[in-house]
């Protein structure tokens, strides 16, 4: 596992120990940035579910300003912190641990949007789009920003979602990733 793209490019990324967390494949992560970006210009971004941090620290690497990112075991977050200090994004990065629903409350609290969310939890345990829901009555995603969401290939996601609408999804063998971009509200 590395930094696919960007100021962090080839740089070797820790992976959570233990067989709970599945990280991103290097494929996969180059895919899906390529259909969001493939580089930014700033703008901030929030890792759901983080795991290792792969999603977050590759936005970075390609020009996000700021990434949050949140997971509820220990040893994620553990990993998380090494990986971004490897990467020197310490000063860029808000790191917590909780759990999605809490995280989303603290969020709200703080009136924070966002301009890209990377959604990956765990396969089993879909909840996609209640969080999308959530998302979409708090205004946490900014208009004309973007949802990442990475979930088993048999999982159909909805064309819409509140304001979010579905505008890629691509198949990677057992994972597929979903895309949807927040129409700007009128």
Do not use: W
């Amino acid at each position: 596992m590395r930094v696919v793209s960007g100021i962090c490019k080839g740089r070797p990324l820790k992976a959570v120990p233990g067989n709970t967390t599945r990280p991103t494949t290097d494929k996969v992560k180059e895919a899906l940035f390529n259909m969001i970006g493939p580089y930014f210009e700033g703008g901030t971004g929030l890792d759901l579910f983080a795991g290792s941090g792969g999603l977050g620290i590759e936005g970075l690497s390609r020009g996000l300003e700021k990434v949050i990112f949140i997971d509820r075991e220990s040893k994620a977050i553990h990993v998380i912190q090494e990986n971004i200090k490897a990467c020197k994004f310490e000063d860029r990065s808000e790191v917590y641990r909780n759990d999605a629903d809490r995280a989303l409350k603290a969020l709200i609290k703080r009136g924070i949007s966002f301009d890209y969310i990377f959604l990956d939890p765990p396969y089993k345990k879909q909840q996609l789009v209640s969080l999308m829901e959530k998302m979409d009555q708090q205004d946490l995603v900014k208009p004309e920003g973007v949802i990442v969401c990475e979930h088993g290939f048999d999982v159909e996601l909805p064309q819409i979602v509140g304001q979010f609408n579905q505008i890629k999804h691509e198949k990677y063998g057992i994972i597929a990733v979903t895309i949807y971009s927040n129409g700007s509200k009128e």
